[in-house]
């Protein structure tokens, strides 16, 4: 699945209940003949299971089976019906019993196949959980229609049907759907026999699929159209609702070019005679890798690629090659319990990163999982409510806490980190190995490293402290003439970081940047000597892709910035990481961070000017309450990239590089931000002439910043207007940046009137975190955000349960905005008698990271006042 939280894109998935248990194994699935019928205008839904069971625990005449909030009219076990059933919505399962005496016949069928069969009937919701319906209007005829669809990672399935819901308990499926016949019927598998029965419906009987986990079932009935591509063995479609197959034209060609590369690569085939992909309307995360049948939000899979922005192009490139590759790495072999999920996920982050620089290797896709990947998972990692890559899963509520960048961004820097260790070559051998044998199976995270291990002829298991343990470490360097001092403690951000021998040792490899070529060492004990005479040593995390963080001397840290210049991009960002991480935990102060971002004031590369953005908006993010601090470092900005900037031009000209396009971009958005006055003038006309309707000119990639600053400054007749461009454009981006942009009016009517949005329909589910991200970046849209909370709390609960996808996001968004103690023990009082178990860690997360910025506000206040004071003075 691809991850909201990632762009943070990702809704984190929310549980129903408190406890909900893990299946025992007495029974398991073999194979399920499930026949569902969609009603599309009652939204009503029935079926019949048929699943071929093997019974492992004879003496229990009670089948337990995963079930929610489905009306089961019957069941039986080899034409015995069952005497009673118990349904346990709580914990999402359902008790068929059967008469005592059929304990002999199961006693008989020990270890034979039997069929369970299974009636009942259900609801299409609304929630964009299990068989769902999401909503959508035709502009072609202005009616409102609906596609049923499916969503059913990670517990889901048991939503749409009565099932096994574990991912070990793989099992085949055959999949028949019945509708009325004005919709198009889809699956994971392609379509055996199609045919009217005599009521009118129309039957769609799909192919038996491979053995799959149930979390990859997927079928979809609805009005729809595709482009199709033959450029792999197997046919590759995009699905659309009417009137839009042209904009998956480039998903459609990437996504076969995708498989044909993983095949090569990974010398496995992809064993599905077909690969759709279909946009969604409604859609709770990015995307999902249902086997044969991928399901997207429209806006991670839809685009025109000659008026798309590269930022555009390049998600959506990332969210389909991050799906295929899963079609491998999850579908074909799955992790054993989701615990071990950072199996699937890590692995489709760094596969979709290894595709991306091959097909694009002027992306710069390693520079940017410096600023991006390494980043993201620093930022949540440091915090001490982390958690491991592999977590104990004691009940399954707990495993949405886990769809969240440490499985997808530590995971896939920990993969980098060991492929740089052994080598390219040795490692996707390695994985290659891991997958061939392990195929139609479910696996762990020793397994992985018995075969990277066999790959790389080194026993390489130790390296397996990294998934086993929270956190990661920080290197400090104590430099003597002859040698250097290496030695580790864990990072913290919440305490001045001390180096203690209770310190969790991990073993890091470690390169070192010296005059003479890169020192490759692998770090295993707390500290090490290495005999280098001072002349010949540069840097620590040479390329920056090892994952700690590096505290030098200060000389040294003004040395390796007076000679920044002669650096790589990819050490300068690995510096500027190491800077930015060092003053969250009070290790430097912040002036001493902003004077360092100077020496980078002559960089061309649009990747460090995209890092120094968002240090300063991190600063700005504590100091948001603090004005007058804000305003000294929106000079400081101004001071800094001005000249370039207009040095540059904004105007972005077909003849400009790639490069060249990005830097006026990033400076463009940078100087809004800092409110040039300058920039301010151009912005303004540029906003006037898109209201006009005189778009040529404006840069795609410039309008979500011509919208926002139009929100920070307009009036009631800017938001009327961006209300509009909301409501009606049918670029999918403009609408989104239109939406946002409705959060930034500040003027009090104004910012309740987009607030009283937030639970109606003019803001669709799958979109409330856009909104809420516009309103939380002013002081008062954080505290109107936070009351709105407080008062709406049961209004919320009604449209977004516990349960529905978006309730943590809710609740970060509107938490983690502050950055005082007050604000902390509010939070914690409205929360204290509040059931919070399925969104606790995110809760966690908010509460840790304001007591963070609080104590990093306090700390460097004055200092930094002072400094930018003085600094801009001179300026
Ligand atoms: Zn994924």
Not at 232 to 256: N, S
Not at 536 to 552: A, D, H, L, P
Not at 701 to 707: E, G, P, Q
């Amino acid at each position: 699945m691809y991850s909201l939280h990632l762009l943070y894109f990702c809704c984190i998935i929310c549980f129903a209940f408190a406890f909900v248990n893990v299946l025992d194994t007495n029974v398991i699935p073999i194979h399920y003949n499930l026949l569902l019928y969609a009603n599309m205008t009652s939204f009503e839904t029935q079926g019949i299971v048929k699943i071929d069971v093997i019974v492992n625990n004879p003496a229990i005449n009670v089948i337990r089976i995963n079930s929610y909030k489905l009306g089961i009219l019957g069941a039986s076990l080899e034409g015995i019906k069952s005497t009673s059933i118990k349904i346990n919505d709580e914990q999402q399962f359902i008790d068929i019993e059967f008469p005592s005496d059929t304990i002999s016949p199961i006693k008989k069928l020990l270890k034979s196949k039997s069929v369970l069969e299974i009636i009942f009937q259900g609801k299409l919701s609304d929630d964009m959980l299990g068989f769902y319906r999401a909503q959508y209007k035709d502009k072609n005829t202005n009616t409102s229609e609906i596609i049923a669809t499916t969503h059913m990672e990670p517990i889901y399935a048991r939503r749409a049907f009565p099932c096994f819901d574990e991912p070990k308990l793989k099992a085949t499926y055959s999949i028949t759907l019945l509708s009325d016949p004005a919709y198009t019927h889809l699956s994971n598998m392609d379509v055996k026999e199609s045919f009217m029965m005599e009521n009118g419906l129309k039957v769609t009987k799909f192919n038996r699929s491979p053995k799959m986990s149930s979390y990859l079932v997927a079928f979809v009935v609805a009005k729809l159209e595709y482009i199709e591509t033959n450029n792999f063995r197997v046919p590759v479609r995009v699905y659309t609702i009417p009137g839009h197959k042209e904009e998956g034209k480039y998903a459609a060609t990437l996504a076969a070019e995708t498989l044909k590369f993983f095949e090569n690569v990974l010398k496995i085939r992809y064993p599905l005679p077909k690969l759709d992909n279909i946009a969604i309307p409604e859609f709770s995360a990015g995307a999902m890798e249902n086997w044969g049948l991928i399901t997207y939000r429209t806006s991670d899979l839809l685009l025109d690629k000659n008026s798309s922005t590269l930022k555009k192009i390049q998600r959506v490139t990332e969210v389909i090659q991050h799906e295929v590759a899963h079609q491998w790495f999850g579908n074909l072999v799955t992790m054993q319990e989701w615990g071990q999920l950072w199996l699937n996920e890590g692995f489709a982050t760094w596969m979709s990163h290894f595709a991306m620089s091959k097909f694009y290797p002027f992306w710069n896709v390693e520079e940017r999982s410096i600023s991006e990947t390494l980043r993201a998972a620093f930022s949540l990692d440091m915090l001490a409510s982390s958690h491991p890559i592999e977590v104990n899963i004691d009940n399954e509520s707990d495993i949405q806490q886990i769809f969240d960048a440490i499985s997808y961004s530590k995971g896939s820097s920990l993969l980098k980190m060991i492929s740089d260790k052994i080598g390219e070559t040795a490692f996707i051998t390695g994985i290659s190995y891991y997958l061939k044998n392990n195929m139609y199976k479910t696996t762990n995270t020793s397994t992985l490293f018995k075969y990277l291990s066999f790959a790389a002829n080194e026993d390489i298991s130790y390296i397996r402290e990294w998934t086993t343990k929270p956190g990661f470490p920080l290197i400090s360097v104590v430099e003597n003439k002859d040698n250097i001092i290496l030695t580790q403690s864990k990072f913290l951000a919440t305490t001045n970081t001390t180096i203690s021998t209770n310190d969790i040792l991990y073993p890091i490899p470690v390169q070192i940047l010296t005059k003479d070529g890169e020192r490759n060492i692998t770090m295993k004990e707390q500290s090490m000597k290495i005999e280098l005479n001072l002349e010949r040593f540069i840097k620590i995390n040479y390329n920056g892709s090892g994952f700690y963080v590096t505290k030098y001397s200060e000389e040294r840290l003004n040395k390796l910035f007076s000679m920044i210049n002669i650096l790589s991009v990819s050490d300068q960002l690995s510096l500027l990481n190491d800077i930015y991480f060092l003053t969250v935990s009070g290790s430097l102060s912040t002036d001493k961070l902003i004077n360092y971002l100077q020496y980078l004031k002559s960089s061309n590369s649009y990747l460090i000017w995209e890092m120094i953005y968002k240090i300063v908006i991190s600063v700005k993010e504590v100091y948001k309450f603090d004005y007058h601090i804000t305003n000294l470092l929106d000079k400081f900005v101004i001071s800094m990239a001005a000249q370039k900037f207009y040095f540059l031009g904004w105007e972005i000209s077909k003849d400009d590089s790639q490069d060249v396009k990005q830097l006026k971009i990033i400076l463009f958005i940078l100087l809004n931000n800092a409110n040039d006055p300058i920039i301010e003038v151009v912005s303004k006309e540029l906003y006037l002439n898109y209201k006009a309707n005189i778009t040529a000119k404006i840069p795609k990639a410039y309008i979500t910043t011509l919208f926002e600053q139009c929100g920070k400054r307009g009036d009631i007749e800017d938001y009327e207007f961006l209300l509009k461009v909301y409501k009606d454009s049918d670029d999918l981006n403009i609408q989104q940046s239109a939406l946002m942009s409705l959060g930034y009016f500040k003027e009090s009517d104004l910012l309740h009137k987009t607030i009283s949005m937030l639970l109606t329909d003019d803001v669709l589910k799958q979109d409330i975190h856009i909104l809420m991200s516009g309103i939380r970046s002013s002081p008062e849209g954080t505290y109107q955000l936070w009351e709105w909370l407080k008062l709406n709390w049961v209004d919320i609960l009604k449209r977004y349960p516990v349960g529905s996808s978006s309730l943590g996001s809710i609740v970060k968004l509107c938490t983690i905005g502050f950055v005082s103690q007050e604000q902390y023990s509010q939070i914690k009082y409205f929360f204290k008698d509040k059931s919070v178990i399925t969104y606790s860690k995110l809760l966690d997360q908010s509460l840790e990271m304001i007591i963070i910025k609080s104590t990093w506000r306090d700390r460097d206040f004055m200092r930094l006042s002072n400094y930018l004071n003085n600094t801009n003075n001179i300026h």
